[in-house]
């Protein structure tokens, strides 16, 4: 039985907002070293790696790597990790926070028409966002909640529609 198959239905998340980053990832990854091929080809995370690439998306969204448990099942979709999968805190490295940090700050860069704000504003603005996971058969959506300041998001310069990548068994499908 597939993870999607076990999986609640809907699923209630404070960082929904997390997605907004989706682009960056496999970069980071990447420069992280926490991607590796696996044997069908694909790239995919090194099995000791997902707690802290897990981890790593929650200091993305709060400046922290200590997120409990229920406060991750979008973090472990983006990192294509079952459900289930324990990701305990971990400590992360001075290296990949700073990591982190430029790769929200690209994101500031990248998207002129929200201004030189802080990471601090961008993540109390729009990565700290209520959002909703919804399961139908294999098909992840996550609905995102609006806010006024989503006007902004019409001139956003990536795709925020459907966010997939190699390492993730299926496409997750946003509302935002």
């Not at 200590?66 to 979008?74: F, G, N, S, V």
């Not at 504003?121 to 909703?132: D, K, V």
């Not at 310069?157 to 935002?176: C, D, G, K, Y």
């Amino acid at each position: 039985m597939n993870d999607a198959a076990r999986s609640p239905d809907i699923v209630c998340i404070g960082n929904a907002g997390l997605a907004l980053v989706h682009p960056f990832l496999p970069a980071m990854f990447q420069r992280l070293d926490l991607l590796a091929t696996g044997g069908d080809g694909r790239q995919q995370l090194r099995g000791e790696q997902g707690a802290r690439a897990v981890q790593l998306l929650h200091y993305l969204t709060d400046g922290r790597s200590d997120a409990p448990e229920p406060a991750l099942p979008l973090n472990k979709l983006l990192c294509g990790l079952p459900l289930d999968f324990p990701a305990p805190p971990v400590d992360l490295a001075q290296e990949e926070l700073a990591l982190c940090d430029q790769l929200l700050h690209a994101v500031i860069v990248n998207w002129p028409v929200i201004g030189a704000v802080s990471i601090t504003a961008l993540r109390a603005t729009f990565l700290q966002r209520e959002g909703r996971l919804q399961w139908r058969g294999a098909d992840a959506t996550l609905a995102v909640q609006r806010k006024t300041v989503d006007v902004l998001m019409r001139q956003l310069p990536w795709s925020m529609t459907v966010i997939r990548h190699p390492w993730m068994p299926q496409p997750l499908h946003v509302a935002w």
